[in-house]
């Protein structure tokens, strides 16, 4: 029995970058909210609560980790988990390019992670649950595609497609 192995989900530059910015933004709506108070409460209060919204909306999303066991790999988030079965993965593969020109079609773009429904021409319409699309390794199965992006793909590829132990698995 294989026990569990756990990968980190580091934070790009870029993920870095645009979290700090987003939240500055919108930590400055609730500032200048709270300076114009006096003279417009109702609208003061609704720029604070969508800020807000957004801000801890958000935050669940988180991608933390990943967890690759017999069956599954596991997406740890904040306080909950996606599972990917491995039943019917087809490939495995790294891809330092797979989320390149990239159109996000539904979820979050760089507010703690990069997550959601996504397309681009390479992929097709695929589900990211990122953190730094240079660690991209892309998961196919045959109605749909997701990239993840454990701190060492490689590694990452090797154990997952070990797991996997089918005679058409490409290698």
């Given at each position: 029995?294989?026990?569990?192995?756990?990968?980190?989900?580091?934070?790009?530059?870029?993920?870095?970058?645009?979290?700090?910015?987003?939240?500055?933004?919108?930590?400055?709506?609730?500032?200048?909210?709270?300076?114009?108070?006096?003279?417009?409460?109702?609208?003061?209060?609704?720029l604070i609560a969508v800020s807000l919204v957004l801000l801890l909306g958000a935050l669940p999303f988180m991608v933390r980790g990943y967890v690759l066991t017999k069956d599954a790999i596991v997406v740890r988030r904040l306080g909950w988990r996606t599972h990917l079965p491995l039943a019917d993965l087809k490939s495995v593969t790294g891809d330092a390019?797979?989320?390149?020109?990239?159109?996000?079609?539904?979820?979050?773009?760089?507010?703690?992670?990069?997550?959601?429904?996504?397309?681009?021409?390479?992929?097709?319409?695929?589900?990211?649950?990122?953190?730094?699309?240079?660690?991209?390794?892309?998961?196919?199965?045959?109605?749909?595609?997701?990239?993840?992006?454990?701190?060492?793909?490689?590694?990452?590829?090797?154990?997952?497609?070990?797991?996997?132990?089918?005679?058409?698995?490409?290698?």
């Amino acid at each position: 029995m294989m026990a569990s192995i756990e990968f980190r989900a580091p934070w790009s530059r870029t993920l870095r970058v645009a979290t700090c910015v987003s939240a500055g933004l919108l930590l400055l709506v609730v500032v200048v909210a709270l300076a114009i108070y006096p003279k417009a409460p109702q609208v003061a209060l609704l720029l604070i609560a969508v800020s807000l919204v957004l801000l801890l909306g958000a935050l669940p999303f988180m991608v933390r980790g990943y967890v690759l066991t017999k069956d599954a790999i596991v997406v740890r988030r904040l306080g909950w988990r996606t599972h990917l079965p491995l039943a019917d993965l087809k490939s495995v593969t790294g891809d330092a390019e797979a989320m390149r020109g990239s159109l996000r079609l539904l979820g979050n773009g760089g507010l703690f992670s990069f997550s959601g429904e996504f397309w681009n021409r390479r992929l097709g319409r695929f589900r990211a649950l990122a953190t730094d699309p240079q660690r991209a390794v892309v998961l196919r199965y045959p109605k749909r595609t997701v990239v993840i992006t454990p701190h060492d793909p490689q590694y990452f590829i090797v154990r997952a497609r070990t797991l996997l132990q089918t005679a058409d698995f490409p290698s």
